[in-house]
């Protein structure tokens, strides 16, 4: 994404190119309890109760689109009825009017509001589904809006209990850059559910959204999480937030297994045509008979060269470039683990469901081995980021351990229904 950016404006000098700061303090029925407003100022601002921190905005040059985000703090004992973002001179994009909104503490009801009613004005308004919003916690929320201008004062608003606290923010300040919460995503096989978690294994999700067929491998990029269903015959789609579920974005795979992503294309292991397909990230021009592989290919990964696949029956890992020429059934021999795959800019890395482990290799698929990562419990998935590799435990969990192999936690995210493919955020 390309930054958009600036140079700060004084609060003077916003006054003198014709802003008109506008401080809400009455009308908002708040009797009995108390209210706080503030002019535009800084990229922090906060009361008795909430706490609000612009973290900036960022446009995409792809579509226009730009994301504005705050943190929210409530400091208070009462939970947050509501957090609204104020839109007034823009175009709402996301969330949908009427959507979910999945937050680190739970899912918020999305309204799209008008200048009557609550909070009173053109927002985006949050309300939480839980009353777990309480007692210095916090929680980012973003929003995307297009005919974006940023000499824009936008007001925010808040309130727990009878505490209302209302504050302008000029966005045009330099406030630094909205950085997504980058998250592992994983599904739930008993459950027909996909799960979430932060990095840090905290603020666990095991129902981030459901889906009809049970699934197998998944991968992600920055907007989506993608999974194969061989149940269904299909490759499924859903926003990384859990909304938009297609189950259906390709369909006509025999028997969907693995799928890998990278800038370009959506890629799938079948393993009754012993093929690997290829779409484009809009699920246009389908070629299901991209590589013929081997016997039974089950995960497969892309990186910026190649692609890797498990052949089952063969016992090996197989690679090809890019464009599907120079296939090697046999680029690594077996005896090879026959589920998760996942490479990195250093190594291949393979999950050996049948002994329990984690099996590394160069990329050139030199210095083999077997027994990187022992002590497994029924491994299937498999992903890596620039500090861990994660693995899809069939048992009940997920497990994380250092790109060393050091640090190993067989349980870094306990109590999950049957996991098996898992994806990872990019970076």
Known sequence: MKHTRILPLTLRSAMQAGLFLIALVTGLGLMPGWQSTSAAQGCQQGGACFVFESQGYITSPSNGQTTIAFRVTNKCRNPASYVAIGTVGFTRVAPADGSSYNGDLGLYDVAWTRAGGTPGFESVKFTPTLKNFANSVAEVFSISVSNFNPATVVTVRAKAGSAQETYNFLLSQICGTPTPTRRIYWTNILTKTVGRANLNGQNVNQNLFGMAHPSAGMASDARHVYW????????????????????????????????????????????????????????????QNFITT?????????????????????????????????????????????????????????????????????????????TFISGCEQPRGLAVDRSHVYWANDGNSIGRADLDGQNVNQHFVPNCPSPFGIAVDPE
């Not at 269904?232 to 693995?258: C, K, L, M, S």
């Not at 079948?270 to 809009?282: K, Q, S």
């Not at 890992?317 to 490479?343: E, K, M």
């Open 228 to 287: 194969a269903s061989n149940q269904n015959q299909t490759i499924g789609r859903a926003d990384v937030d859990g909304q938009n579920v297609n189950e259906n974005f390709i369909t006509g795979v025999p028997y969907a297994w693995w799928v890998a992503v990278d800038n370009n294309y959506i890629y799938w292991t079948d393993a009754v045509t012993n093929t690997i397909g290829r779409a484009d990230l809009d699920g246009q021009n389908v070629n």
């Open 294 to 370: 081997g016997f039974g290919p089950m995960s497969l990964a892309v990186d910026s060269s190649h692609i890797y696949w498990t052949n089952s029956n063969l016992g090996s890992i197989g690679r090809a470039d890019l464009d599907g020429q120079n296939v090697n059934q046999s680029f690594i021999a077996g005896p090879i683990g026959l589920y998760g795959l996942t490479v990195d800019s250093s190594h291949i890395y393979w999950a050996d469901v049948g002994y329990n482990r984690i099996g590394r290799a160069d990329l050139d698929g030199q210095n083999v081995n077997l």
